[in-house]
């Protein structure tokens, strides 16, 4: 039986890809996100700063870096999942 490619989209926004990264390590560098999911330390940055500015993230300065902290009680933002907590999804794709 022939191998089908992998498709070229994705379940998973860039936003929840970023959310995933920070969990799996809360002291990763912007430029390490976006090396992770295939997008620029740019765009990496703007996605820290929505995910921020809408409460599901927290950072901290320690000396020249950022330590990231995850609200994990926050709803998921989506209408048909919104029943669901940040951290339930980051457990489910975690494991």
Excluded at 21 to 44: F, K, N, S, V, W
Aim: contains cysteine; proline residues 8%.
């Amino acid at each position: 039986m022939p191998q089908t490619p992998p498709p070229t989209w994705s379940f998973l926004t860039n936003h929840a890809l970023v959310l995933l990264c920070i969990a799996q390590d809360p002291g990763i560098r912007l430029r390490e996100i976006g090396d992770a999911i295939g997008i620029t330390e740019r765009a990496a940055h703007r996605i820290v700063n929505d995910l921020a500015d809408a409460g599901y993230v927290a950072r901290e300065r320690h000396g020249r870096r950022n330590r990231y902290t995850i609200e994990s009680g926050l709803p998921v933002p989506d209408p048909l999942a919104r029943r669901r907590k940040i951290g339930e999804l980051l457990a489910l794709l975690s494991s």
